[in-house]
């Protein structure tokens, strides 16, 4: 016969559990210099979730990305949002970009973005301003990995210091 005590434990386990889960808010961008067409290559990983919640938030529109269903504008609100929370400066100029598109992995949407016309011999510095989702999440932790050539640097942005510089 099962004592009082484990069958209270087996009752209570999933409640506890349930209360310690908490979700996390992370983004993950690499950044890159390809030689061959002389650009920074921008690739951004963000959950499908959090990027539609920022979306529905702020343009009031329901797209659901990565489905069958997802609307037909979707890479233009997709581009709107990142204009306004993403920016890169170069040599201590703002660098315009372009959206490249997405692909879905798992619960990820995996964002490509590039910078055409940058020279790595001109390169003084690189200066990223990461504040996706930043604007729904106050936890939400933008983490930057960035590599040229042979230098590499990376750091954790958040909403209090939300960008971070490589210098040559």
Excluded: C, W
Aim: hydrophobic share 45%; charged share 25%.
């Amino acid at each position: 016969m099962m004592n009082i005590s484990k069958l209270l434990l087996i009752i209570l386990s999933p409640l506890l559990l349930g209360s310690v889960a908490h979700k996390f808010y992370v983004s993950v961008t690499q950044i890159e210099y390809y030689a061959p067409d002389e650009a920074i290559q921008i690739t951004s990983r963000v959950f499908i979730d959090d990027l539609e919640k920022a979306l529905l938030e702020r343009y009031d529109v329901e797209l659901l990305l990565g489905t069958p269903e997802e609307g037909d504008d979707a890479d233009a609100y997709i581009d709107r949002y990142l204009k306004s929370k993403f920016a890169l400066k170069v040599n201590g100029e703002i660098t315009a970009y372009t959206f490249l598109g997405k692909k879905v992995e798992n619960d990820l949407l995996v964002l490509f973005v590039e910078a055409p016309g940058i020279s790595l011999e001109s390169l003084k510095s690189v200066e990223v301003q990461n504040e996706i989702l930043m604007d729904v999440y106050e936890e939400q932790k933008n983490i930057v990995h960035l590599r040229f050539g042979d230098l590499k640097k990376s750091f954790v942005l958040i909403r209090e210091r939300n960008s971070g510089m490589l210098n040559f």
